[in-house]
């Protein structure tokens, strides 16, 4: 095939990154200016695909956002609680420590058991809350919270029978 010559006059910086790349392909100047004239003149493959691409960059954008401030959220959220519960907590004597550190053991692997399950089953305790909350009662807060439960059958805040109740049964034994 035969070639025609061109004089080119281009950028001095822009040069000095065609003389690189150029030199690390052996010195194939030509190749390379004719390489990136073809891209730019020759019709897409795919019409529209950058449209297409630059579109699902966006939404992917945008979810990825939206799990960083969720993450965000739930950090806050469980770092405020880690300091409260070790500000309110008083600690153990010497001969209770030992005992505690077991039960603690014993209900941490519990702990990861659980969320293992839930992760596996795609199950969040989020929707199992919210499936909770009467549709009828608007404001969860509406409660003293000096209003305890009867004896013998603790519940809730929304008279569900409470799960703390439960791990104290499975606590003790």
């Known amino acids: 095939m035969s070639k ?20 690390q392909r052996n010195g194939a100047k030509s190749a390379l200016v004719e390489e990136a004239l073809r891209a730019a003149l020759e019709p897409q493959q795919h019409a529209g695909i950058e449209e297409a691409l630059a579109r699902r960059l966006n939404e992917l954008n945008r979810v990825v956002a939206g799990l960083r401030r969720e993450m965000a959220v739930a950090t806050e959220t469980l770092a405020i609680f880690v300091r409260y519960f070790l500000t309110v907590t008083p600690p153990l004597p010497q001969d209770e420590q030992e005992p505690a550190r077991l039960l603690g053991r014993e209900r941490y692997q519990v702990l990861l058991t659980e969320v293992g399950r839930r992760v596996a089953e795609n199950e969040r305790l989020v929707t199992e809350v919210i499936a909770t909350v009467p549709v009828a009662q608007t404001d969860l807060f509406s409660k003293p919270l000096d209003e305890a439960p009867p004896a013998g059958n603790p519940t809730d805040r929304n008279g569900h029978a409470s799960s703390a109740h439960h791990l104290e049964e499975t606590d003790h034994g």
């Open 4 to 23: 025609k010559r061109y004089t080119l006059y281009i950028s001095r910086p822009l040069a000095r990154r065609f003389d690189l790349i150029a030199q």
